[in-house]
């Protein structure tokens, strides 16, 4: 693409984390992964509300909302920011908080893009060392029976549970265990800040389906968090997509298992449905951008990372998955699951934010940017 009108901002010499354990806060660079906040949180039994793949940037995530593998105990990440410094677009380095900039504070904190370069954030930090979590893999024959159950056990969990079940299709590599190699899996991921016997009972319906390929949920330290959903670390080409359900039930189960189960020749590498509420639907003090807190599910499909289908087969193959579960879905997303397969619904907009918060958003973004510096497009506002 033409990179002539295009502002480059390289933030590695930004990479900072200062933690104040008295405070349980943060300050975080915005060059700085959520791995280089977990590694400088744990010596002092201090966690941080990073996401599934902590190998990724803390600004960027913040900026969407960030729903992580604790998230129904705690919510959004960005619902915990203190404080964010942001170079706008007259040049000014300009904090936003409480009680500075708060249409700013407001609007950085779920509103993802368009206000001007973060350079720095503060956020709490949780009295939180260990964790039961991990993950239950079961082979493609049991995957009707875990996704049905995982649809009924999922209705009534308390805060405490985050999970999330992933049709998996795993290529053949030697990283991979052997059980899992080169298979199709499904998994059933498991966050539960809690007592190990809490957690156990609450599993039991999910262990008495099948017996799983393996069996990796028990108490972990916090810092290994990113173990929970084992998401690949090197770059790789993608084509993702991801929309909000209201419902997911039984029938919800067996329309996905139909296009996107073990029977079906697809080339997708991962859907998976999150469970989301709790905390996620409870807003916050003071007040965000962060849309899609009403939503009860998340479905995020990840295309194989097959160069050549990219841009042709596997836009279509997510869009049929989509629209089979048009009947769950609900007419809003979240913007940091919101990709490039992505595609509107004809005659019916699909928004990241509510009417009211995406009017919002336009204004603040006007105030700090009259001149259109940071423009940023509006797939994620209004298709």
């Known amino acids: 693409p033409d990179a002539a009108e295009t502002l480059l901002a390289a933030a590695d010499g930004l990479a900072f984390v200062e933690v104040d354990s008295a405070a349980r806060t943060a300050r975080v660079g915005a060059g700085a992964t959520w791995t280089d906040v ?6 002092h039994g201090l966690a941080a509300l990073c996401g599934s793949a902590p190998h990724v940037g803390v600004v960027g995530y913040l900026l969407g909302g960030g729903i992580g593998p604790v998230a129904r105990t705690f919510g959004f990440a960005a619902d915990h920011v203190r404080c964010i410094n942001v170079v706008t677009a007259d040049g000014g380095l300009v904090r936003a908080d409480a009680e500075f900039n708060q249409d700013l504070f407001w609007a950085l904190r779920g509103g993802k893009g368009g206000f001007g370069v973060v350079v720095e954030v503060e956020i709490d930090l949780f009295p939180l060392s260990t964790l039961y979590g ?13 996704l049905r159950t995982f649809a009924e056990w999922s209705h009534n969990l308390p805060d405490e549970m985050t999970t999330s079940v992933a049709m998996l299709r795993l290529p053949p590599l030697p990283e991979l265990p052997e059980p899992l190699r080169g298979r199709f899996v499904c998994a059933v991921r498991i966050g539960y800040v809690g007592a190990a016997d809490d957690a156990e009972a609450l599993l039991a319906p999910l262990r008495e389906v099948a017996r799983p390929l393996i069996d990796a949920v028990g108490m972990m330290p916090y810092q290994e968090i990113g173990r929970i959903h084992a998401d690949p670390v090197d770059p790789m080409p993608v084509m993702e997509g991801g929309i909000l359900l209201h419902s997911f039930t039984a029938a919800a189960a067996d329309a996905l298992l139909a296009v996107a189960g073990p029977n079906a020749d697809v080339p997708l590498a991962a859907v ?30 990840v295309g194989a990372p097959v160069p050549e289908l990219l841009h042709t087969v596997i836009p279509e193959v997510i869009d049929t998955l989509f629209t089979t579960m048009g009947g769950w879905r609900s007419l809003s997303t979240q913007i940091n699951f919101f990709g490039r397969a992505n595609r509107p619904i004809p005659g019916t907009p699909v928004t990241s934010w509510a009417p009211d918060v995406a009017a919002r958003l336009r204004e603040v973004r006007r105030k700090h940017d009259p001149a259109g510096r940071f423009p940023y497009p509006l797939h994620g506002e209004a298709i």
Do not use: K, W
Not at 38 to 43: E, R
Not at 286 to 301: F, K
């Open 272 to 301: 998976e449905v999150r469970l989301l509420g709790g905390a996620l639907a409870r807003t916050p003090e003071p007040d965000n951008a962060v849309g899609g807190r009403g939503a009860a599910y998340s479905l995020h499909v």
């Open 134 to 146: 991990g993950a239950l893999y079961y082979a493609a024959e049991d995957a009707a029976a875990v």
């Open 38 to 43: 977990l590694d400088a949180a744990a010596p």
